[in-house]
């Protein structure tokens, strides 16, 4: 190695003042011409990172989330109506038929935005054919109802459902984990991918300024000017450009962080009690409309409740909420998708939201208590009244308050979300043009700067 520097600086001894004026001038534009090539790569990267997650994955994992609810919210109402005789609960009618639009609408939504290929396309199509089975067994316990057959209305009632549970719900998971997966690979990825930028970026920039201020020296020692006034602008240009590179892909990587870590964890949290209450609520109406099967749609029951909200022993919900609001700390032993919210609070007035959805899950699961003590005390239809009920007090308004507050604390994310996006966007837009305008201001000044010293030795 030394042998070779040594050779290697007798070399540029040997070398006349022009020759080594055109070797910095021609390794000032190589360099530049890589700083230009870095600068773009990462710009774009960044930019891939974030259209992943604010505009691939994150709008196909909701659209999954909300088709979850959807079809959770057809088995509800569908359960409903058959409690009461043919034509008494229009409510549930007028909620199956506009969940079933919105699944249909969902369902084209989620086709028009494919992005990983099979993996989309499959469970897609799943829901696509299982809906068809699952509205033809719908239809049968409808007419089977509309009779009077019992026993014929529980059998299509129970293929329904089956279809619901084992195939409708389980492809709309299915899609939200594809996409889940996606942004999870891609924002590690990209995160990876910037600081590797980045540390390019600074090294190919700092030895594009070295050059610079070595040919500066050059020029103050070899031919006694002290400054050259077009490098100086070459070399202020060069590191107020690198900083403001910097200064743009960490501000970018910062506003993706915002997106994915404070924002979407909570939305993506939020989104899932809120299917997942669907699936309470149309195992509470089955309890009542199946009796054969009452234990094991209360069980159903309280392990989708403990999924979205499972409270330390010895607590109650009101409790918690006060522990949070006091403490304004994590609750040991609280678990589930509103813990997982709670603990990632960021954004101004979600706390607040967040604690309501809790308090409006305890206000329905006391009235679901409510309904099953009736229920058990042989008063059936006092049950199913309370039940299927829209008045304050009654299950279906505070499962209506749930939704209310769940929606609100969402909202607050999505703001952030859609926030942080633009602003990561805007954070690298139109940098390919201000990169080659940059270096190219770079690469003439360096030019205009050293041929007039060059044309000195012309002569």
Partial sequence: MSKIIAVSSKAIRGLTTPQLLKGGLYLTWATSVLLLIAIISGVQAQRQAIKTVGQDSTPSIVTAQRLKDGLA????????????????????VKGYEERYIRVTERLVAAAENITFGDKERKPIETMQLGLGNYIAKIQQARDSHARGDTNGMLAAYRASAEIMDKTLLPAADELDKVNLQALEDTYTEKQVATRKSLFSIFLIGMALIVVLIGLQLFLSQRMRRTFNPLLLVATAIAIAFLNYTAGALLAASQHLRVAKEDAFTSMHALRQARAIAYIANAVESRYLLDPAFATNHEQAFFKNVSTIAQLPTGQTFESVIEAYKSQGKKVDGFTGYLADELNNITFAGEKEATLANLSSLGTYVAIDKQI?????SGKHQEAIALGIGNKPGQSDWAFEQFKTTNQKSFDINQAAFDKAIQQGFHDVDSFEMTTSIAVSAIALLTLFGLMPRIKEYSF
């Fill in 73 to 92: 919210g057809m088995d509800a109402n569908i359960a409903n109506e058959l409690l009461v005789p043919t034509g008494q609960n229009q409510e549930a």
């Fill in 372 to 376: 099953r003590q009736l229920e058990k």
